[in-house]
């Protein structure tokens, strides 16, 4: 059975700074994706990024990117130039690939972030 | 672009009560799915529907839960009879496909309380 571990339950970044949020996970799986989702305070989870385990180029949206290392089974999420509008529940997510994929997203406990001005 | 619509927003009930949850999924996207996300916890899927059919209910306690997708689009969640672990936020979500990975995309959800 796939895991998924966010270790920072709680973290705070002040306005246009840099901050890293954790992501491990378990699985005997090769062929996978990895996601970040962010869920701000009224709830509605939206996609922030995604990556495909085979490809070894970290996945960049904007001011958000990854830090993917495959033989560690991590999955960390920058996010440069930190806004307010950034403040939100951040989580890790995994998915199977192939042969088996039913689709079923495996989730994190999930990192609170707030920015601070 | 419509989104995925979940109606109530939020339920009180007493325990032992039933209640039912409502899901329009983005339109086209033939996979709908019923999460599970219990207060400082990541969601937990509950059922997943390729168009009216169901792919995966192995987490959804099927002794009082109920879901079902009739003709392929708007879903409904039932809870009968509640408990007081019942509490949380039921979310949808919607795919084009199953597949790919392709990208899930969430409603508001429904906040239920279990007194």
């Known amino acids: 059975a796939q895991t998924v571990t966010q270790s920072q339950p709680e973290m705070s970044v002040q306005e246009a700074e840099t901050v890293t949020l954790s992501c491990t996970y378990d699985?005997?799986?090769?062929?996978?994706?990895l996601f970040w989702y962010k869920q701000p305070p009224s709830r509605q989870m939206i996609l922030v990024i995604r990556?495909?385990?085979?490809?070894?180029q970290n996945a960049t949206e904007n001011r958000f990117s990854v830090n993917f290392q495959k033989a560690a089974k991590s999955f960390s999420l920058k996010i440069s130039d930190s806004q307010l509008g950034d403040t939100a529940m951040y989580f890790c997510?995994?998915?199977?690939?192939?042969?088996?994929?039913?689709?079923?997203?495996?989730f994190g406990q999930g990192t609170t972030l707030q920015v601070k001005p | 672009e419509a989104g995925v619509a979940q109606s109530p927003r939020y339920k009180i009930i007493e325990k032992r009560q039933s209640v039912a949850f409502w899901c329009n999924p983005i339109?086209?996207?033939?996979?709908l799915y019923w999460y599970q996300q219990i207060l400082g916890q990541g969601p937990k899927l509950l059922i997943q529907?390729?168009?009216?059919?169901?792919?995966?209910d192995s987490q959804l306690p099927k002794d009082r839960f109920s879901a079902e997708r009739l003709k392929g689009v708007d879903s409904t969640l039932k809870i009968q009879p509640a408990k007081l672990e019942d509490s949380a936020v039921y979310l949808c979500?919607?795919?084009?496909?199953?597949?790919?990975?392709?990208?899930?995309?969430f409603g508001p959800g429904t906040r239920l309380t279990v007194l």
């Open positions: 979500a919607s795919s084009k496909n199953s597949g790919r990975g392709d990208t899930q995309y």
């Open positions: 699985t005997s799986e090769s062929n996978y994706y």
């Open positions: 990556q495909e385990a085979y490809k070894q």
């Open positions: 997510a995994f998915m199977k690939q192939g042969s088996g994929n039913t689709g079923k997203l495996i």
């Open positions: 339109s086209g996207h033939a996979t």
């Open positions: 529907f390729q168009n009216n059919g169901v792919v995966d």
